[in-house]
């Protein structure tokens, strides 16, 4: 799948959110992320590139322009996501334009519903969890809850540690946890067996869980429909938190 090319992108139709519009903190011309997912739609990350982000004032103009042009533009018929090229918050001044794009909806759209989706690369911080919380829906990923397996399937480019993300995940408000479950990678009886176990100690608001549904760079392969949901009805029986399984 092709980067996003611009700034602001859609509406496009998803299966979590119905017609989407997408914002896009990352540079345009490459992938910049702080994972290297086996299976990601943009391909392997190449670090050693000098980046763009757009302004805060880019950032917003984009947005506005955007709306006016939507021909269907009420919070019945959209929703608004960031996301984009990689992780939306390594942007340098991620938290401003979250308060800025919540700003902007309180004003002018008061009804539409904002999310993110992050890895949580910066929810050590303090500021970061506030402006994540700041969002109807803040969610991130957890592929896996062991260690080697978020190698092998996330490949973080920083020292990540497992018990501490568990830690910080911990303190955030009506979180959402994200989960892509691959084929023979995370979906054996002791990798289910520790999630359930992590999503205990994180209790977030929501889990989402997903197969691999576009073409992926790697050969690998998505788990069925069947297991999919078989996986949201133990999990949501067991540990008493909604598990919704979005299916191909």
């Given amino acids: 799948m092709e980067l996003e090319s611009q700034i602001i992108y859609g509406p496009i139709w998803t299966r979590r959110f119905g017609w989407d519009i997408g914002v896009n903190l990352l540079p345009v011309t490459h992938k910049l992320c702080t994972f290297d997912c086996i299976y990601c739609q943009y391909g392997p990350l190449f670090l050693k590139r000098k980046s763009r982000f757009p302004t805060v004032t880019e950032v917003m103009s984009e947005l506005s322009t955007a709306w006016e042009k939507c021909t269907n533009n009420t919070s019945e018929n959209l929703h608004l996501t960031i996301a984009g090229n990689g992780e939306p918050t390594m942007h340098p001044y991620f938290t401003e334009i979250a308060q800025k794009i919540i700003e902007w909806r309180d004003q002018n759209v008061p009804g539409l519903r904002l999310a993110l989706l992050s890895n949580g690369y910066r929810i050590h911080q303090p500021e970061i969890r506030h402006a994540m919380t700041l969002f109807d829906e803040p969610i991130v990923k957890l592929d896996c809850a062991i260690s080697e397996k978020i190698m092998s399937v996330n490949h973080p480019t920083f020292l990540f540690h497992l018990n501490q993300f568990i830690e910080d995940l911990k303190k955030c408000d009506h979180l959402i946890i994200q989960t892509m479950f691959v084929k023979g990678y995370n979906d054996g009886p002791e990798d289910l067996r520790e999630w359930m176990e992590a999503l205990k100690r994180i209790q977030p608001s929501e889990v989402q869980i997903y197969t ?37």
């Fill in 212 to 248: 691999i549904t576009r073409t992926p760079p790697n050969p690998i392969s998505p788990i069925s429909n069947q297991e999919l949901q078989a996986i949201a009805n133990i999990t949501s029986t067991l540990i008493e938190i909604p598990v919704h399984a979005y299916l191909s």
